[in-house]
Protein backbone atom coordinates (compact mmCIF):
# COMPACT_ATOMS: atom_id res chain seq x y z
CA UNK A 1 0.00 0.00 0.00
CA UNK A 2 1.53 3.49 -1.21
CA UNK A 3 1.05 6.31 0.84
CA UNK A 4 1.15 9.60 -0.76
CA UNK A 5 -0.30 12.61 -1.63
CA UNK A 6 -1.17 13.17 -4.90
CA UNK A 7 -2.91 16.64 -5.51
CA UNK A 8 -6.55 16.19 -6.97
CA UNK A 9 -6.36 19.64 -8.42
CA UNK A 10 -2.99 18.54 -10.69
CA UNK A 11 -2.36 15.11 -10.33
CA UNK A 12 0.88 15.74 -8.93
CA UNK A 13 2.71 13.39 -6.07
CA UNK A 14 3.56 16.30 -3.65
CA UNK A 15 4.66 13.43 -1.24
CA UNK A 16 5.26 9.90 -0.69
CA UNK A 17 6.44 7.95 2.80
CA UNK A 18 7.39 4.86 3.37
CA UNK A 19 5.06 2.00 5.41
CA UNK A 20 5.49 1.13 8.62
CA UNK A 21 6.70 -2.43 9.44
CA UNK A 22 6.01 -5.21 12.05
CA UNK A 23 8.24 -3.88 14.52
CA UNK A 24 6.88 -0.36 14.11
CA UNK A 25 3.38 -1.90 14.91
CA UNK A 26 5.01 -3.81 18.11
CA UNK A 27 6.59 -0.69 19.04
CA UNK A 28 3.17 1.67 19.33
CA UNK A 29 0.91 -1.53 20.57
CA UNK A 30 4.02 -1.77 23.63
CA UNK A 31 3.80 2.07 24.13
CA UNK A 32 0.08 2.55 23.91
CA UNK A 33 -0.48 -0.45 26.39
CA UNK A 34 1.88 0.75 28.82
CA UNK A 35 0.23 4.31 28.55
CA UNK A 36 -3.57 2.41 28.95
CA UNK A 37 -2.52 1.31 32.11
CA UNK A 38 -0.69 4.44 33.50
CA UNK A 39 -3.71 6.30 32.64
CA UNK A 40 -5.97 3.73 34.85
CA UNK A 41 -4.78 5.04 37.49
CA UNK A 42 -4.25 8.69 36.85
CA UNK A 43 -7.56 11.24 37.12
CA UNK A 44 -9.92 12.09 33.70
CA UNK A 45 -9.54 15.97 34.54
CA UNK A 46 -5.71 15.47 33.70
CA UNK A 47 -6.51 14.42 30.22
CA UNK A 48 -9.62 16.76 29.99
CA UNK A 49 -6.71 19.28 30.37
CA UNK A 50 -4.41 17.88 27.83
CA UNK A 51 -7.09 17.67 25.34
CA UNK A 52 -8.30 21.48 25.96
CA UNK A 53 -3.98 22.05 25.32
CA UNK A 54 -4.64 19.79 21.89
CA UNK A 55 -8.21 22.38 21.06
CA UNK A 56 -5.90 25.41 21.48
CA UNK A 57 -2.90 24.05 19.03
CA UNK A 58 -5.47 22.99 16.56
CA UNK A 59 -6.75 26.65 16.00
CA UNK A 60 -3.41 28.28 15.80
CA UNK A 61 -2.59 25.58 13.28
CA UNK A 62 -5.70 25.94 11.48
CA UNK A 63 -4.16 27.35 7.87
CA UNK A 64 -1.46 24.64 7.92
CA UNK A 65 -4.03 21.54 9.26
CA UNK A 66 -6.42 22.79 6.18
CA UNK A 67 -4.05 23.52 3.42
CA UNK A 68 -2.95 19.80 3.89
CA UNK A 69 -6.14 18.38 3.85
CA UNK A 70 -6.54 19.96 0.57
CA UNK A 71 -3.14 18.82 -0.76
CA UNK A 72 -4.05 15.25 0.54
CA UNK A 73 -7.87 15.02 -1.08
CA UNK A 74 -8.54 17.95 -3.29
CA UNK A 75 -11.17 19.54 -0.98
CA UNK A 76 -12.54 23.67 -0.77
CA UNK A 77 -9.62 25.33 1.37
CA UNK A 78 -12.69 26.93 2.75
CA UNK A 79 -14.43 23.33 3.53
CA UNK A 80 -11.41 22.43 4.87
CA UNK A 81 -10.66 25.54 7.25
CA UNK A 82 -14.64 24.61 9.02
CA UNK A 83 -13.63 21.04 9.27
CA UNK A 84 -11.19 21.87 11.52
CA UNK A 85 -13.12 24.50 13.13
CA UNK A 86 -15.47 21.60 13.91
CA UNK A 87 -12.88 19.38 14.80
CA UNK A 88 -11.87 21.97 17.40
CA UNK A 89 -15.62 22.20 18.66
CA UNK A 90 -15.50 18.37 18.95
CA UNK A 91 -12.39 18.14 21.03
CA UNK A 92 -13.23 21.10 23.39
CA UNK A 93 -16.52 19.01 23.50
CA UNK A 94 -15.36 16.37 25.24
CA UNK A 95 -12.15 18.55 27.12
CA UNK A 96 -15.37 19.95 28.93
CA UNK A 97 -17.90 16.81 29.18
CA UNK A 98 -15.47 14.62 29.94
CA UNK A 99 -15.43 14.50 33.28
CA UNK A 100 -18.90 14.24 33.81
CA UNK A 101 -19.21 11.81 31.29
CA UNK A 102 -16.67 9.23 33.12
CA UNK A 103 -19.12 9.30 36.07
CA UNK A 104 -20.12 6.46 37.81
CA UNK A 105 -24.07 5.89 37.24
CA UNK A 106 -26.05 4.54 40.43
CA UNK A 107 -28.43 1.38 39.49
CA UNK A 108 -31.59 0.81 41.39
CA UNK A 109 -31.90 -2.45 42.85
CA UNK A 110 -34.31 -3.80 45.58
CA UNK A 111 -31.28 -6.34 46.52
CA UNK A 112 -28.83 -3.84 47.62
CA UNK A 113 -26.57 -1.35 46.56
CA UNK A 114 -25.16 -1.06 43.01
CA UNK A 115 -23.49 1.37 40.59
CA UNK A 116 -21.65 0.62 37.37
CA UNK A 117 -17.89 2.25 36.93
CA UNK A 118 -16.94 3.94 33.62
CA UNK A 119 -13.47 2.54 32.71
CA UNK A 120 -11.09 2.43 29.76
CA UNK A 121 -10.49 -0.65 28.14
CA UNK A 122 -7.17 -0.32 26.44
CA UNK A 123 -5.84 0.09 22.81
CA UNK A 124 -8.12 0.74 19.89
CA UNK A 125 -7.33 0.77 16.48
CA UNK A 126 -8.96 3.63 14.29
CA UNK A 127 -9.40 2.53 10.34
CA UNK A 128 -10.38 6.06 8.37
CA UNK A 129 -11.29 7.15 5.03
CA UNK A 130 -9.83 10.15 3.00
CA UNK A 131 -13.11 12.06 2.45
CA UNK A 132 -12.61 14.06 5.97
CA UNK A 133 -9.48 13.51 6.66
CA UNK A 134 -9.32 15.45 9.99
CA UNK A 135 -12.94 14.72 11.43
CA UNK A 136 -13.10 11.36 10.94
CA UNK A 137 -10.12 11.26 12.96
CA UNK A 138 -10.89 13.47 15.88
CA UNK A 139 -15.02 12.33 16.66
CA UNK A 140 -13.18 8.99 17.81
CA UNK A 141 -9.84 10.38 19.60
CA UNK A 142 -11.14 12.59 21.47
CA UNK A 143 -13.87 10.78 22.86
CA UNK A 144 -11.27 7.92 23.79
CA UNK A 145 -8.58 10.08 25.00
CA UNK A 146 -10.31 11.10 27.63
CA UNK A 147 -11.70 7.92 28.59
CA UNK A 148 -8.15 6.79 29.05
CA UNK A 149 -7.97 4.19 25.38
CA UNK A 150 -4.69 4.94 23.19
CA UNK A 151 -5.25 4.60 19.70
CA UNK A 152 -3.46 3.41 16.57
CA UNK A 153 -4.42 5.23 13.62
CA UNK A 154 -4.28 3.60 10.47
CA UNK A 155 -5.95 6.43 8.18
CA UNK A 156 -6.36 6.50 4.07
CA UNK A 157 -3.32 5.85 1.92
CA UNK A 158 -4.18 8.93 -0.02
CA UNK A 159 -3.57 11.34 2.99
CA UNK A 160 -0.94 10.81 5.06
CA UNK A 161 0.37 14.38 5.53
CA UNK A 162 -2.90 15.33 7.38
CA UNK A 163 -2.45 12.46 9.85
CA UNK A 164 0.82 12.53 10.59
CA UNK A 165 0.40 16.55 10.59
CA UNK A 166 -2.44 15.66 13.51
CA UNK A 167 -0.45 12.88 14.99
CA UNK A 168 2.42 15.42 15.87
CA UNK A 169 0.32 18.11 16.54
CA UNK A 170 -1.13 16.00 19.68
CA UNK A 171 2.63 15.17 20.92
CA UNK A 172 3.53 19.24 20.41
CA UNK A 173 0.49 20.28 23.03
CA UNK A 174 1.83 18.06 25.63
CA UNK A 175 0.13 14.62 25.36
CA UNK A 176 2.17 11.53 25.97
CA UNK A 177 3.89 9.19 23.52
CA UNK A 178 0.96 6.63 22.70
CA UNK A 179 -1.93 8.60 22.97
CA UNK A 180 -2.24 8.56 18.80
CA UNK A 181 0.05 6.55 16.94
CA UNK A 182 -0.09 6.98 13.09
CA UNK A 183 1.24 4.32 11.31
CA UNK A 184 1.33 4.03 7.66
CA UNK A 185 0.62 0.24 7.72
CA UNK A 186 -1.20 -2.25 5.39
CA UNK A 187 -4.37 -4.34 6.29
CA UNK A 188 -2.31 -7.30 7.08
CA UNK A 189 -0.98 -5.42 9.89
CA UNK A 190 -4.33 -4.02 10.80
CA UNK A 191 -5.56 -7.56 11.24
CA UNK A 192 -2.80 -8.49 13.09
CA UNK A 193 -3.51 -4.96 15.29
CA UNK A 194 -6.78 -6.34 16.37
CA UNK A 195 -6.06 -9.83 16.56
CA UNK A 196 -3.32 -8.40 19.70
CA UNK A 197 -4.62 -9.07 23.34
CA UNK A 198 -3.01 -5.05 23.73
CA UNK A 199 -6.14 -3.75 21.65
CA UNK A 200 -9.60 -3.45 22.98
CA UNK A 201 -11.38 -2.97 20.30
CA UNK A 202 -11.58 -0.93 16.20
CA UNK A 203 -13.47 1.73 14.89
CA UNK A 204 -13.84 2.18 11.11
CA UNK A 205 -15.81 4.49 8.53
CA UNK A 206 -15.36 3.10 5.24
CA UNK A 207 -16.88 0.89 2.36
CA UNK A 208 -19.10 -1.92 3.21
CA UNK A 209 -16.48 -4.12 1.86
CA UNK A 210 -14.05 -2.73 4.44
CA UNK A 211 -16.31 -2.94 7.39
CA UNK A 212 -17.24 -6.53 6.12
CA UNK A 213 -13.15 -7.52 6.41
CA UNK A 214 -12.90 -5.33 9.75
CA UNK A 215 -15.55 -6.99 11.02
CA UNK A 216 -15.10 -10.53 10.77
CA UNK A 217 -11.02 -9.85 12.33
CA UNK A 218 -12.64 -8.37 15.18
CA UNK A 219 -15.63 -10.93 15.70
CA UNK A 220 -12.49 -13.69 15.10
CA UNK A 221 -10.73 -11.88 18.06
CA UNK A 222 -13.29 -11.23 20.38
CA UNK A 223 -12.65 -7.36 19.54
CA UNK A 224 -15.59 -4.96 19.86
CA UNK A 225 -16.15 -2.82 16.68
CA UNK A 226 -18.07 0.26 15.86
CA UNK A 227 -18.29 0.98 12.02
CA UNK A 228 -19.89 3.82 9.52
CA UNK A 229 -20.11 2.45 5.67
CA UNK A 230 -21.77 5.07 3.92
CA UNK A 231 -25.53 5.48 2.93
CA UNK A 232 -27.76 6.52 0.33
CA UNK A 233 -29.48 9.48 1.62
CA UNK A 234 -32.92 10.60 0.91
CA UNK A 235 -33.68 14.11 0.80
CA UNK A 236 -37.74 13.88 0.92
CA UNK A 237 -40.19 16.83 0.02
CA UNK A 238 -43.38 16.56 1.38
CA UNK A 239 -46.24 18.61 0.05
CA UNK A 240 -46.39 21.26 3.13
CA UNK A 241 -42.32 21.83 2.79
CA UNK A 242 -41.41 25.81 2.07
CA UNK A 243 -40.03 25.09 -1.36
CA UNK A 244 -37.96 28.63 -1.79
CA UNK A 245 -35.91 26.91 1.20
CA UNK A 246 -35.81 23.43 -0.42
CA UNK A 247 -34.49 25.34 -3.75
CA UNK A 248 -32.13 27.37 -1.24
CA UNK A 249 -30.76 24.03 0.66
CA UNK A 250 -30.87 21.33 -2.26
CA UNK A 251 -27.93 22.22 -4.71
CA UNK A 252 -25.24 22.36 -1.62
CA UNK A 253 -26.61 19.07 0.03
CA UNK A 254 -25.17 17.25 -3.15
CA UNK A 255 -22.28 19.39 -4.19
CA UNK A 256 -20.61 19.88 -0.65
CA UNK A 257 -17.16 18.32 -0.69
CA UNK A 258 -17.72 17.28 -4.23
CA UNK A 259 -20.66 15.09 -3.20
CA UNK A 260 -18.16 12.92 -0.65
CA UNK A 261 -19.85 12.80 1.95
CA UNK A 262 -21.81 9.82 3.75
CA UNK A 263 -24.24 11.73 4.62
CA UNK A 264 -25.07 14.04 1.77
CA UNK A 265 -28.35 13.42 -0.06
CA UNK A 266 -28.11 11.60 -2.89
CA UNK A 267 -31.77 10.20 -3.80
CA UNK A 268 -33.60 13.41 -3.69
CA UNK A 269 -37.63 12.36 -3.80
CA UNK A 270 -40.45 14.74 -4.55
CA UNK A 271 -43.55 15.12 -4.86
CA UNK A 272 -45.04 15.13 -9.24
CA UNK A 273 -46.34 18.89 -8.77
CA UNK A 274 -43.09 19.95 -7.74
CA UNK A 275 -40.91 17.14 -9.85
CA UNK A 276 -40.16 19.64 -12.79
CA UNK A 277 -39.56 23.05 -10.85
CA UNK A 278 -36.91 20.90 -8.56
CA UNK A 279 -35.17 19.51 -11.19
CA UNK A 280 -34.94 23.21 -13.01
CA UNK A 281 -33.61 24.48 -9.79
CA UNK A 282 -31.01 21.60 -9.32
CA UNK A 283 -30.08 22.11 -12.88
CA UNK A 284 -29.51 25.76 -12.69
CA UNK A 285 -27.28 25.40 -9.75
CA UNK A 286 -25.44 22.69 -11.14
CA UNK A 287 -24.75 25.12 -14.26
CA UNK A 288 -23.54 27.52 -12.92
CA UNK A 289 -21.40 26.06 -9.66
CA UNK A 290 -17.88 27.19 -9.99
CA UNK A 291 -15.58 24.33 -11.05
CA UNK A 292 -11.68 24.87 -10.04
CA UNK A 293 -8.58 25.69 -7.77
CA UNK A 294 -10.00 24.27 -4.75
CA UNK A 295 -7.59 27.26 -2.96
CA UNK A 296 -9.93 30.01 -4.61
CA UNK A 297 -12.54 30.83 -2.34
CA UNK A 298 -14.80 31.35 -5.01
CA UNK A 299 -14.64 27.57 -6.17
CA UNK A 300 -18.03 25.96 -5.59
CA UNK A 301 -16.94 22.38 -6.92
CA UNK A 302 -14.02 20.80 -6.23
CA UNK A 303 -12.14 17.51 -7.65
CA UNK A 304 -12.59 14.27 -6.54
CA UNK A 305 -9.96 12.43 -3.97
CA UNK A 306 -8.47 10.84 -6.77
CA UNK A 307 -8.41 9.07 -10.15
CA UNK A 308 -9.84 5.89 -9.11
CA UNK A 309 -12.40 7.77 -7.71
CA UNK A 310 -12.88 9.56 -11.04
CA UNK A 311 -12.92 6.83 -12.70
CA UNK A 312 -15.10 4.67 -10.52
CA UNK A 313 -17.57 7.47 -10.42
CA UNK A 314 -18.00 7.74 -14.31
CA UNK A 315 -18.35 4.10 -14.55
CA UNK A 316 -21.80 4.24 -12.35
CA UNK A 317 -23.15 7.33 -14.08
CA UNK A 318 -22.44 4.95 -17.66
CA UNK A 319 -24.03 1.92 -16.41
CA UNK A 320 -26.69 4.02 -14.75
CA UNK A 321 -27.45 5.53 -18.54
CA UNK A 322 -27.29 2.12 -19.90
CA UNK A 323 -29.86 1.08 -17.47
CA UNK A 324 -31.83 3.35 -18.31
CA UNK A 325 -31.92 6.82 -16.73
CA UNK A 326 -32.59 10.31 -18.25
CA UNK A 327 -29.50 12.43 -18.00
CA UNK A 328 -31.01 15.73 -17.20
CA UNK A 329 -27.23 17.79 -17.23
CA UNK A 330 -23.74 16.86 -16.89
CA UNK A 331 -21.48 14.09 -17.47
CA UNK A 332 -19.13 15.69 -19.59
CA UNK A 333 -15.29 15.68 -19.50
CA UNK A 334 -13.40 18.26 -17.84
CA UNK A 335 -10.27 19.78 -19.62
CA UNK A 336 -8.13 19.89 -16.51
CA UNK A 337 -5.44 17.64 -15.33
CA UNK A 338 -7.53 17.32 -11.99
CA UNK A 339 -9.73 14.36 -10.79
CA UNK A 340 -12.77 16.35 -11.65
CA UNK A 341 -16.61 15.68 -12.38
CA UNK A 342 -19.20 17.53 -13.39
CA UNK A 343 -22.19 17.85 -11.93
CA UNK A 344 -24.64 15.68 -12.94
CA UNK A 345 -28.46 15.30 -12.18
CA UNK A 346 -29.87 11.78 -13.31
CA UNK A 347 -34.34 10.77 -13.59
CA UNK A 348 -35.81 7.66 -14.47
CA UNK A 349 -33.79 4.78 -12.55
CA UNK A 350 -36.01 2.14 -11.45
CA UNK A 351 -35.34 -1.05 -9.61
CA UNK A 352 -34.09 -2.54 -12.23
CA UNK A 353 -31.02 -0.32 -13.16
CA UNK A 354 -27.94 -1.58 -11.65
CA UNK A 355 -27.00 1.68 -9.64
CA UNK A 356 -30.38 1.43 -7.97
CA UNK A 357 -29.14 0.63 -4.88
CA UNK A 358 -25.32 1.76 -5.00
CA UNK A 359 -23.92 5.02 -2.98
CA UNK A 360 -22.33 7.42 -6.13
CA UNK A 361 -19.81 9.23 -4.21
CA UNK A 362 -19.08 12.39 -5.79
CA UNK A 363 -21.36 15.23 -7.47
CA UNK A 364 -24.21 12.96 -8.86
CA UNK A 365 -27.66 13.61 -7.78
CA UNK A 366 -30.73 11.37 -8.67
CA UNK A 367 -34.32 12.73 -8.95
CA UNK A 368 -37.13 10.71 -8.09
CA UNK A 369 -40.84 11.64 -8.92
CA UNK A 370 -43.31 10.16 -6.31
CA UNK A 371 -47.11 10.35 -6.18
CA UNK A 372 -47.75 10.37 -2.01
CA UNK A 373 -46.10 10.33 1.27
CA UNK A 374 -46.39 7.06 1.57
CA UNK A 375 -44.85 6.17 -1.48
CA UNK A 376 -41.91 8.66 -0.68
CA UNK A 377 -41.80 6.68 2.57
CA UNK A 378 -41.34 3.20 1.14
CA UNK A 379 -38.34 4.46 -1.96
CA UNK A 380 -36.87 6.12 0.69
CA UNK A 381 -36.46 2.72 2.86
CA UNK A 382 -35.99 0.66 -0.19
CA UNK A 383 -32.24 0.72 0.40
CA UNK A 384 -29.57 -1.60 1.80
CA UNK A 385 -28.13 1.42 3.43
CA UNK A 386 -29.60 3.24 6.36
CA UNK A 387 -27.73 6.48 7.48
CA UNK A 388 -29.18 9.17 7.09
CA UNK A 389 -31.95 11.39 6.05
CA UNK A 390 -34.02 14.49 5.33
CA UNK A 391 -37.01 15.69 5.59
CA UNK A 392 -38.54 18.66 4.01
CA UNK A 393 -41.68 20.03 5.56
CA UNK A 394 -43.27 23.42 6.89
CA UNK A 395 -44.67 21.19 9.89
CA UNK A 396 -42.61 20.07 12.32
CA UNK A 397 -44.89 17.35 14.05
CA UNK A 398 -45.46 16.21 10.38
CA UNK A 399 -41.84 15.98 9.50
CA UNK A 400 -40.65 14.39 12.79
CA UNK A 401 -43.84 11.19 12.60
CA UNK A 402 -41.94 11.13 8.66
CA UNK A 403 -38.32 11.34 9.79
CA UNK A 404 -39.09 8.16 12.32
CA UNK A 405 -40.48 5.71 9.58
CA UNK A 406 -37.48 5.78 7.97
CA UNK A 407 -35.51 3.23 8.26
CA UNK A 408 -31.82 5.12 9.36
CA UNK A 409 -29.75 6.37 11.92
CA UNK A 410 -30.20 9.96 11.57
CA UNK A 411 -32.66 12.39 10.18
CA UNK A 412 -32.01 15.91 9.27
CA UNK A 413 -35.54 18.61 9.47
CA UNK A 414 -35.42 21.21 7.18
CA UNK A 415 -31.50 20.76 6.77
CA UNK A 416 -29.21 18.68 4.04
CA UNK A 417 -27.27 17.14 7.08
CA UNK A 418 -25.82 18.02 10.06
CA UNK A 419 -22.56 16.98 12.29
CA UNK A 420 -22.30 18.78 15.87
CA UNK A 421 -20.12 17.19 19.04
CA UNK A 422 -23.68 16.68 20.99
CA UNK A 423 -25.36 15.01 18.38
CA UNK A 424 -24.76 11.01 17.92
CA UNK A 425 -23.51 9.98 14.41
CA UNK A 426 -24.44 6.60 12.79
CA UNK A 427 -26.63 4.26 10.64
CA UNK A 428 -28.32 1.05 10.88
CA UNK A 429 -28.69 -1.84 8.16
CA UNK A 430 -25.37 -1.98 5.67
CA UNK A 431 -24.68 1.50 6.51
CA UNK A 432 -22.99 -0.37 9.96
CA UNK A 433 -23.32 -0.02 13.31
CA UNK A 434 -22.97 2.21 16.94
CA UNK A 435 -22.19 5.62 17.50
CA UNK A 436 -19.60 8.44 17.08
CA UNK A 437 -19.56 11.82 19.08
CA UNK A 438 -21.95 12.96 22.22
CA UNK A 439 -22.13 10.25 25.17
CA UNK A 440 -23.00 7.63 22.90
CA UNK A 441 -19.66 7.78 20.96
CA UNK A 442 -18.29 8.58 24.19
CA UNK A 443 -19.05 5.26 25.34
CA UNK A 444 -18.39 3.16 22.49
CA UNK A 445 -15.21 1.45 24.14
CA UNK A 446 -15.83 1.98 27.68
CA UNK A 447 -16.19 -0.70 30.10
CA UNK A 448 -19.17 -0.45 32.50
CA UNK A 449 -18.11 -1.95 35.15
CA UNK A 450 -21.36 -2.97 37.79
CA UNK A 451 -20.22 -2.92 41.27
CA UNK A 452 -22.60 -4.51 43.57
CA UNK A 453 -23.19 -5.24 46.99
CA UNK A 454 -26.48 -7.05 48.86
CA UNK A 455 -28.26 -6.21 51.59
CA UNK A 456 -28.73 -8.22 54.48
Known sequence: MAYKTTYPYTGEVLQQYDNATDKDLEQALTIGHKLYKTWR????????????????????????????????????????????????????????????????????????????????????????????????????????????????????????????????????????????????????????????????????????????????????????????????????VLDDADFDEVKKVSPGARLYNAGQVCTSSKRFIVMADKF?????????????????????????????????????????????IEGGATLVYGNEPIDSKGFFFQPTILTGIDKDNPVYNQEMFGPVAVVYKVNSEQEAIDLANDSSYGLGNTIFSSNREHAQQVAEKIETGMSFINSGWASLPELPFGGVKNSGYGRELSELGFDAFVNQHLVFEPTN
Open 276 to 320: DEFVDNLKEAFSSAKIGDPMDPETVVAPLSSKSAQEKLQKQVDSA
Open 41 to 236: DEPVSDRAKQLQQIADLMKERKDDLAKAMTYDMGKLLTEAQGEVDLCVSIVEYYAKNGEKFMESVPVESPAGRAYYAKQATGVIVAVEPWNFPLYQVVRVFAPNFVVGNPMILKHASICPTSAQMFADLVIDAGAPKGALSNLFISYDLVAKAIHDPRVAGVCLTGSERGGASVAKEAGDALKKSTLELGGNDAFI
